[in-house]
């Protein structure tokens, strides 16, 4: 009976327990770009794994401090002749034994035991930098999937809005024709642009969807969770904060790469100092205690002992001397490719503020298109209602009007990915 119930339990239970898992990942998400980055950098998968890397090498920097503590070892042994004794001077000695051992071990002295911990931590320095490019990466993609989004969003509704107005031309057209008024290419002309209207309508909203599960990727969201965008384009297109970013002074110091590159500078350092310290002595302590717990006959072993080991290196086939230029070597690249960067990030700044300019020019440049294209379109439209123009002329103002709304908002996107790979730069992707 008992077992039975519970099947009836679970039987009822289970497609409620399904449907809660399915909608799970349903739970809507309204975000900020300011929230979408936090949530990012708290949820992205990415992150998360680099971020093991501190952890990782928080863990090596104990295995480097380890090989310093003292070592302390127990055993236990016990020897066995198989019943055989020894005759000395006449007595018969068991020769079986068990002995009680413990031994602690120190190094007193290593230059490269203290080399080692200092370089040690440099590598868990260099993963946290690691982690904060990363971080920087994720931030990027973001902020631009969220641009993308936007602007894609702007362009689908005028598209939507153009679509109802020559959808209620079409109308319009196949009226007049009825009646007389028109002519069939009349027609067939503004059926046309109302089909291309559609098939882009439709095309826009695959973009749109590929964008969104771009940035859900980005934030570590389930596919399918549905997301709100809370800022508006407008938010982001004053031009003043573009005018101030165009100007601002670059400090190369402040770049996570070259920060980067700077620690793996100092950490190459350490290894030469490593190999230096490869030619010193080591000095190193030990304790010995040995206790019988079953004695033979005869037995001289003394319970406590200590050594003291001085290592001195005197030659080893010039391979010392090998790996220390080798090291040397490498130090000596490090510091031509910090050079080599700090150029090439000098560079591309230039780079990206002459981009910067450009789409700012262009932005502004395509805006004033937009009302003129508007306000011809809207002229035509009363012209061909009045019967002044033909269809063609119609369509070709709309399609004029459509370019550019297309290029203002190619423009916009422009623009902001352009303000982004700056601050990125600078490492101010707040």
């Known amino acids: 009976m008992k077992k039975g119930a519970l099947i009836t339990i679970v039987a009822i239970l ?5 449907q809660a898992q399915s909608t799970t990942p349903d739970t809507p998400q309204r975000l900020s770009l ?35 503590l003292p070592q302390i070892n127990a055993g236990l042994d016990y020897v066995t002749y198989f019943g055989k004794k020894m005759d000395l001077m006449g007595t018969s000695m068991d020769m079986a034994s068990s002995t009680v051992t413990g031994s602690v071990s120190q190094l007193l002295f290593s230059g490269q035991w203290i080399l080692g911990i200092q370089t040690s931590k440099i590598a868990k320095q260099i993963a946290a930098q690691q982690v904060d490019i990363t971080e920087l990466d994720i931030k990027e993609n973001v902020y631009n999937s969220y641009y993308t989004i936007l602007v894609s969003e702007r ?19 196949e ?31 695959r973009t749109v969807d590929v964008n969104y599960n771009l940035l859900r990727l980005a934030l570590g969201l389930q596919a399918g969770t549905p997301i709100t965008l809370t800022d508006p384009l407008e938010k982001f297109l004053e031009e003043g904060s573009f005018l101030k970013l165009a100007v601002q002074s670059f400090d190369v110091n402040k770049n996570s790469q070259f920060q980067l590159m700077q620690t793996q500078e100092e950490l190459q350092k350490k290894m030469v100092g490593l190999k230096k310290w490869a030619y010193a002595p080591t000095l190193s302590a030990n304790y010995n205690f040995n206790h019988k717990l079953l004695a033979p006959g005869f037995n001289m072993s003394l319970k406590h002992s200590a050594t003291f080991t001085l290592n001195v290196p005197i030659f080893s086939g010039l391979q010392r001397k090998a790996q220390l230029d080798q090291e040397k070597i490498t130090l000596e690249q490090t510091v031509l490719n910090k050079s080599l960067l700090e150029d ?5 700044e230039e780079q990206y503020k002459f981009a910067l300019k450009n789409a700012l020019e262009d932005y502004s440049l395509q805006r004033e298109n937009i009302a003129v294209a508007k306000k011809v379109l809207e002229n035509y439209r009363h012209k061909y209602n009045a019967g002044t123009i033909s269809s063609l002329d119609l369509t070709q ?34």
């Open 344 to 348: 090439q990030l000098n560079l591309q």
């Open 14 to 18: 289970l497609p409620w327990l399904l």
């Open 175 to 205: 009226n007049m024709y009825k009646v007389g008024t028109a002519e069939v290419t009349d027609v067939d002309q503004i059926k046309i642009t109302v089909s291309q209207l559609k098939n882009s309508l439709l095309a826009m909203e």
């Open 155 to 173: 362009l689908m509704k005028i598209v939507e809005e153009n679509l109802k107005n020559m959808t209620e031309i079409q109308n319009h057209t």
């Open 34 to 68: 300011e929230e979408a980055v936090n949530f990012a950098v708290e949820h992205n998968k990415e992150l998360q794994a680099s971020q093991l890397d501190i952890e990782l090498r928080n863990k090596m920097v104990l295995e480097s401090i380890s090989q310093g």
């Open 397 to 430: 103002a709309n399609n004029n009007y459509l370019t550019a709304e297309n290029n203002y908002t190619s423009a916009c996107l422009t623009l902001l990915q352009a303000q982004t790979q700056l601050e990125k730069l600078y490492n101010e992707l707040k």
